[in-house]
């Protein structure tokens, strides 16, 4: 086996040879691939188990994604800083990072165990929830520790600078949920703690084949004599702001859906989370973003190049205006016949929090395009700041509207924190570029979005999905002749690139 150091020189130099912008669209191939398994996980276990038992499982999974996410304490966002800048300068140091790394993931989560075991104790002797919760959530315990190793040790080989290995167990992550949940099901029956539970021994697969992986490639993990103190304090003071802010971005869009659980309203839960599922594959439309541009402008403000920032603002704004518009009318003029195809008839109520959602999801959209931007010029983590002031009024209006609108009023109050975060972003980019919508021309956007206004009109006439299909088709071909005819500056760059990367790989 070749040595630790010796293999990540290697990787060092074959990942010159591999452009940023290959392992990113890869990359993205890939966190498709793994959305549209986490859909049909949806899809697939709504459908056996019954509507109430559905509700609790989303609940109490989600619950256990978030103490997961935090029992992580970011250091995966540090080990990907830290280990490729020692790799690059050839030193030693880049295993003591990894041997920390895994010390403070290996007593937060057993603090993290203790906590959360504690919280379901009070949940039970308050009655604040009912049992089938409590003992989906004592399930979840498992379920929480199995994902946190597989985001971690994944995180490692990520690192390490095996992206391809990474995004292949991202995918076997969801694929074997699935598969061992459904084994579970149909061996032991349908109820929410034994899917999870199932779910859980999928994960645990995968961590076990992860942890090989490291083996083979000789990557070190742990090693006692590498411990170090002050190395520890650098991957947590660079790893919990990190920590804070996803586990922000995921309370905005999905707390109303644990609040619904934890107040003995399942059956709603249930439908949020149906809701919940279309949303987050909007968000994979704008997450990728942010991990490509926070280099960019972090770069082009290093050398104080305002020119070259606001031009890429301007064109990234406008991006986002044509991509979310696009977005909502597929989803909108596909989502009564998807529904019909895929839910069960007691689902249809979800249909009405989706398209609310989607109202809300306009600018919170926008944020997660800029704030890629707002990260790289300023210090203060104005970020954080915004998504806690949405997860305020997300509560604050939650137990107001669902007490007057019943189930409904959740959404309603989730998709005004996302105005609310969104507009915000809007008030905070305006304060530091004012001419940032000026690449907005509206006459262009209304001549190339009358295409995508051809399709959602077709979708209240047309109920055979296969001609919609193609109608849809026929009209995206004129919108893309369109933004090529007028000239967009986002689409002309975008079509720039992927020819230059077409030829890079006939190459």
Not at 142 to 158: D, I, K, Q, T
Not at 469 to 474: M, Y
């Amino acid at each position: 086996m070749r040595d630790t150091i010796e293999l990540n020189k290697d990787v060092v130099i074959n990942h010159k040879h591999q452009s940023a912008s290959t392992r990113l669209i890869l990359t993205y191939i890939f966190a498709l691939a793994s959305s549209v398994v986490g859909f049909l996980i949806v899809v697939i276990f709504s459908g056996l188990l019954q509507p109430d038992e559905w509700g609790v499982f989303s609940v109490a999974k989600r619950s256990a994604t978030i103490i997961a996410t935090i029992a992580i304490f970011g250091v995966t966002d540090s080990i990907s800083r830290y280990i490729p800048l020692q790799r690059a300068r050839e030193s030693d140091n880049a295993d003591y990072f990894g041997t920390n790394a895994t010390y403070i993931i290996i007593r937060s989560s057993c603090a993290v165990t203790v906590v959360w075991l504690l919280g379901v104790y009070v949940l039970s002797v308050t009655n604040l929830t009912d049992g089938s919760l409590l003992i989906a959530l004592v399930s979840a315990t498992v379920f929480y520790l199995a994902l946190m190793w597989h985001e971690f040790l994944s995180g490692f080989l990520r690192a390490e600078g095996f992206i391809g290995h990474f995004n292949v167990m991202r995918v076997m992550g969801q694929s074997m949920q699935l598969l061992f949940g459904l084994l579970i099901l149909f061996l032991f029956g349908a109820s929410a703690n034994k899917v999870i539970l199932g779910s859980a021994l999928g994960i645990g697969v995968v961590v076990a084949v992860a942890a090989f992986i490291l083996w083979r490639l000789g990557i070190t993990v742990y090693r006692k004599r590498y411990v170090n103190r002050e190395i520890r304090k650098e991957i947590s003071t660079y790893g919990i702001p990190r920590m804070i802010m996803i586990m922000f971005e995921m309370l905005i869009i999905s707390l109303s859906l644990l609040l619904l659980g934890f107040v003995g309203k399942p059956y709603e839960a249930g439908l949020f989370a149906i809701s919940m599922h279309f949303i987050a594959i909007m968000v994979l439309f704008f997450k990728p973003i942010a991990f490509v541009m926070l280099p960019e402008f972090s770069k082009l403000h290093g050398m104080q190049d305002t020119g070259g920032i606001e031009n890429k603002l301007q064109i990234l704004i406008q991006g986002w205006l044509y991509i979310i518009t696009f977005s909502i009318v597929i989803i909108l003029s596909f989502l009564d016949v998807i529904f019909d195809l895929l839910f069960k008839v007691e689902y249809a109520g979800a249909t009405g929090f989706i398209k609310i959602l989607l109202i809300g999801m306009i600018p919170f959209s926008f944020y997660l395009t800029t704030y890629s931007y707002i990260n790289a010029i300023l210090k203060r983590p104005y970020g954080l700041y915004i998504l806690l002031i949405g997860i305020v009024v997300n509560i604050v209006l939650f137990f107001i509207l669902v007490t007057l609108l019943g189930g409904i009023g959740s959404a309603v109050a989730t998709a005004v924190s996302m105005v609310v975060v969104g507009s915000l972003m809007v008030l905070l980019l305006l304060k530091n570029q004012p001419r940032v919508f000026r690449a907005i021309h509206v006459f262009d956007f209304i001549i190339c979005i009358l295409p995508l206004a051809g399709i959602l009109i077709a979708s209240y006439f047309v109920y055979d999905i296969i001609l919609l299909i193609g109608i849809a088709i026929l009209f995206l071909g004129l919108h893309l002749y369109l933004l090529k005819k007028r000239e967009i500056a986002w689409f002309a760059l975008i079509e720039k690139r992927f020819f230059a990367w077409k030829m890079a790989t006939k190459k």
